[in-house]
């Protein structure tokens, strides 16, 4: 490894977050006091229009806001009454949260492996997986729980295949990519739920923490709106809901949750929505001046065919991984390994089961993959800098 040069400037973010913030500048000071001087400070009518804005985006027909993505994801679990003796595939190469949410419910998440180069669910993995735990008789299949790691979709036509091939429900885990495409498609076209996060980091974040869920079922919207606010009664409960002649979140009709969204979110997330698109088209720019920069020095991302990525990280291959990160550190270059240890072999869930053969693609790349920095307001002078110090490093 080379010598550490000296970076052009003082410092570099990973993500630059407050970047965006300067950008967008009046615009969020307005919507936040607006908020605050209302004094709607939860579920105010701020909310509601996001919910609008949040399914004309993704292209679906209702949208539910709660307080983070890990809720986004149990929500449509306990709607569904998911719990012990179900089986959920989920990918192990991904954040906690996706099989956290699962095992909340008492069921048992299903590890299934990857894709080699877009690092998202194998279908052919997931279909085996399937066959196995049918063969064995102690896991009623239910849920598949898609992920669209890093900001690009799974592959949707070849998952909800198999999701009706064997009558299971399907959720997009879109947490890091809201806002993604295949074919000209959001997630939500081919899942029953498609479910994101808000949290700061995200390509649509907020300042705090928040999280949504998208579906075109009707019933299922009230479902899960009765369990992100305590379990109470909704329409679909009946007569004795419209005769109740109070708040129905006096009465309850299911065991719930407290997952409300804060009104001050919701305002800061509609400004960040009006430059959401754009944003998407800048993060993609950056994407490309990466893949022109580092080809045939690092692995460089793959997209699926017919993808567009919302480049929640951009995430790279190489050898050696751990020697270049502390090269590039010494150039004032930061880096994150997402993820270091797959969840099949956390303490957490080693005790869960994975589709036959185990999970080699997902054990492999987990010691190989790591992520540069990226953000829709990565100036071309920082990213140059970063792309020069990869090559540097490996040269």
């Given amino acids: 490894m080379n010598a550490p040069v000296t970076s052009p400037v003082k410092s570099i973010p990973f993500i630059d977050l407050l970047a965006q913030r300067r ?21 105010g009518p701020q909310v509601a229009e996001l919910e609008r804005r949040l399914a004309a985006f993704g292209e679906s027909r209702f949208s539910l806001a709660c307080a983070n993505g890990t809720d986004a994801l149990a929500l449509p679990l306990m709607a569904w009454n998911i719990g012990p003796g179900d089986a959920v595939f989920c990918p192990s190469f991904t954040f906690t949260a996706t099989a956290e949410a699962i095992a909340w419910t008492g ?16 279908p052919q993995a997931l279909e085996a997986a399937i066959e196995a735990v049918m063969r064995d008789g102690d896991l009623e299949p239910r849920v598949i729980m898609a992920v669209d790691l890093f900001g690009q979709p799974a592959d949707y036509p070849a998952i909800s295949d198999l999701a009706r091939q064997y009558g299971l429900k399907l959720i997009a885990d879109s947490a890091q990519g809201f806002g993604c495409t295949l074919h000209g498609k959001h997630p939500a076209h081919w899942s029953d739920v498609a479910t994101t996060s808000f949290f700061p980091a995200k390509p649509l974040g907020c300042y705090g923490d928040g999280g949504a869920v998208l579906t075109d079922d009707e019933t299922l919207t009230e479902l899960m709106d009765s369990v992100r606010i305590h379990g109470k009664g909704v329409k679909c409960d009946g007569p004795l809901v419209a005769e109740f002649g109070h708040d129905p ?38 994407a490309d001046r990466y893949a022109a920069g580092l080809a045939g020095v690092v692995q460089t991302p793959k997209v699926i065919e017919g993808g567009v990525s919302t480049w929640a990280q ?6 050696n991984r751990d020697a270049l990160i502390h090269s590039l550190k010494g150039r004032n270059i930061p880096t994150a390994v997402y993820y270091p240890v797959p969840l099949h072999q956390q303490m957490a869930y080693r ?3 994975t589709g036959p053969g185990g999970l080699p693609v997902t054990e492999a790349k987990a010691n190989r993959v790591f992520s540069l920095p990226i953000s829709a307001d990565l100036d071309p002078e920082t990213q140059d800098y970063v792309i020069e110090g990869v090559r540097a490093a490996l040269a």
């Fill in 351 to 353: 005790h869960f089961p």
């Fill in 23 to 43: 950008r967008l500048g009046e615009r969020i000071d307005q919507a936040v006091m607006a908020a605050v001087n209302a004094g709607q400070w939860i579920m």
């Fill in 249 to 286: 979140k006096y009465l309850t009709a299911r065991i719930g949750m407290n997952s409300r969204l804060d009104t001050i979110q919701a305002a800061i997330l509609l400004e960040k929505l009006n430059i959401f698109a754009d944003d998407i088209v800048r993060r993609n720019a950056a």
């Fill in 314 to 319: 951009y995430t790279v291959e190489a050898e």
């Fill in 107 to 122: 069921a048992s998440p299903v590890f299934v492996d990857i894709l080699p180069d877009t690092y998202n669910m194998s």
